[in-house]
């Protein structure tokens, strides 16, 4: 029999203006043919090093626990939820997508009793009912969204921050599609343990979680009854691999994904953290203003915008998988749909790192343009891009 | 304040005859700089499926349920174990290494109540004693290591896993070390759930670990009374993403080391696995003459050597440390020291992948020599290469 041939990878190239993985910067995709060398190498270790430190920088924290985990986004948040939460506690999970959900979950899987404060998806979380819910329970611990990347809700966190250090809980929040693309200052906000991810803000390619714990979150873990239900996820293990002097064997680390995080992180620190957020901000109201002349309506709150991603109301009568599919094959174009309840009623646009410019805003909103008037919905030629136009010239 | 300046990275060249990883195939690394898709792209998802159909292969298993876990070698030892083993639980872990080790750490933070069979490190696991624990526990679960990375012992499998099916139990085994370079065939030996890493024998880089699981795990896992602990590395929910038609959202795979994945297997599919095999055991048998000419001891069990690693014995007298410096620095050769109760007792050399061949057995050999002869161990100029020449011609 004769063996069935697998051909060579020759992927499209795709402009990716979804919701992560974002494009790849040329320089971290560079940096990933850099000769591999072994996890226990001393060379490898300077770039340990300088990794931790340049992560501390994005998040805007002096936490000495500050690293990537060996492994995509969600598992930094089980790492986050596991490492602080045991048996039996009360958490406060705040659920006003999809992600809050899947935190929900998490929390009890590790046999935590997750008391929800609800929004509708699409709003904030309101301060007021996280009070409440710290007021009538023991949470010693409330997590949260910071970018909920299924509404492209963006959080306000420093009063709620206030309050759950109040009734002297921990803060916990998922920086997933924040960091490195909108204001996020961990010390300042008083965030006690928050986890990102690689593929999204920093365009380096998904596989890293980013994890940073204050003291007091540590205190916590290393005082725990039991031990964190995760050995590979446990910080106060990781720790001595990643942040002691002597980077003691704990797992074999990603080592090409290292190098591509350590380069993404030092385009950041080149380019300036302010710097980024001023770009993030500047793309994301050019194409707010651009799908707004179109017509479209917005999904997430206004005022709550995430600069980093963009969720618009699929127009009636309009197909999603149709238009979606016309941006992809003619245009070469990703954009997300909505998940969960969501599905099928939103798109989400995403302005992540590299692709927060000029040129993405421009090529969505024409691209998207021609795939609304293909499916018969009404609008001005150009409109998007003028409007949008405006704002970037 | 003027800024930290962060240098491009440029790490050095080394050739890596350690225990993982191996040096990366030219063309895994062109792979690497392949486009990104989305993790739910239509090419992604034929991406996804060449790569189960090859891991299949490589596995030498029909199984269903072959996909990578996002992560690395460990995160697929976590999740063998946290999806097979429930609180209470009896397990019997066999341990003959530092390995053996780990995953009975990991059965005790999943509530499982490990059974230990011992042996000593270095030596095989022998049946009878896994028959003992058989027939004196309630143990549903039997976990061993195919390969002791830690010793360079390889374990003979196919007779234990007749007399645990007999106490219809179900065999989970480690492979990190042995996929894709040591004779594996995992539906005729029985083996009910098996995990490896991608940068051993694959010569692949690291970050996922392809695992495979029969219907007799997968059973086992769909009828748990409680969910498994870890979301992120449930089986039952992420084969839903990688083996069902329709790929349901997860989370986001590592993109481009699926890309390399593929292609290592794909190179793996070419070569064909009886022939990878052969190379690895010619090399090894080559490097060991190489070394019993020069005088250096064993230090795993005659007859029950990895053909992937071989473990030496320090000789008296010699300082590990300065040995593996000298071929770290002046060779460019990195050789993994020892782990735990071993550590500074035996040096191990792995060959594995791209790096089992005539040229790596030659420069090791070459260069322990030299290293050797700076600390004054007296041997023949030569012996170890002419030896294993005479293997290798």
Not at 237 to 256: K, Q, R, S
């Amino acid at each position: 029999m004769a063996k069935k041939a697998y051909k060579e990878l020759r992927p499209p190239e795709r402009l990716l203006l979804g919701a992560g993985p974002s494009n790849i910067d040329p320089r971290v995709r560079k940096a990933l043919t850099s000769p591999i060398v072994e996890h226990l190498d001393p060379y490898f270790m300077e770039v340990m090093d300088d990794t931790v430190e340049l992560l501390r920088y994005a998040f805007k924290t002096k936490n000495r626990i500050t690293l990537p985990i060996s492994g995509t986004g969600s598992a930094g948040m089980e790492s986050a939820i596991c490492n602080l939460v045991e048996k039996g506690d009360d958490v406060i999970v705040c659920i006003n997508g999809f992600f809050g959900g899947r935190m929900k979950e998490m929390v009890q899987r590790c046999g935590g009793n997750a008391i929800e404060v609800k929004s509708e998806w699409g709003k904030i979380i309101r301060k007021e009912e996280v009070e409440k819910a710290l007021a009538d329970s023991n949470a010693e611990v409330v997590a949260i969204v910071h970018a909920e990347t299924s509404t492209g809700v963006l959080q306000p966190l420093k009063e709620i921050s206030k309050l759950v250090h109040q009734y002297n809980a921990l803060l916990l929040v998922d920086t997933v599609t924040s960091l490195g693309g909108c204001e996020l200052n961990v010390d300042e906000y008083g965030i006690d343990l928050c986890y990102s991810a690689s593929q999204k803000c920093l365009s380096c390619p998904p596989g890293l979680a980013p994890i940073t714990a204050n003291e007091k979150a540590m205190d916590r873990i290393r005082n725990r009854e039991a031990k964190v239900q995760s050995w590979y996820l446990d910080l106060s293990t990781i720790e001595e691999y990643w942040v002691e002097n002597n980077h003691a064997y704990h797992h074999t680390a990603p080592i090409l994904l290292v190098y591509a995080l350590r380069e993404s992180l030092r385009l950041l620190y080149e380019e300036g953290l302010e710097e980024r957020w001023r770009r993030h901000k500047k793309s994301c109201s050019a194409l707010i203003k651009g799908l707004e002349a179109m017509g479209v309506k917005m999904h997430a709150q206004e005022g709550y915008r995430c600069p980093a991603l963009t969720a618009i109301k699929v127009p009636e009568k309009i197909e999603d998988q149709n238009v979606r599919g016309t941006l992809r094959e003619e245009f070469g174009i990703t954009v997300s749909g909505g998940l969960g309840e969501l599905k099928g009623k939103i798109w989400r646009i995403g302005l992540m790192g590299i692709n927060s410019n000029r040129r993405s805003v421009i090529l969505v909103l024409e691209a998207l343009e021609q795939a609304l008037k293909k499916e018969g919905y009404p609008l001005k030629p150009g409109s998007g891009v003028a409007a949008a136009n405006k704002v970037l010239s």
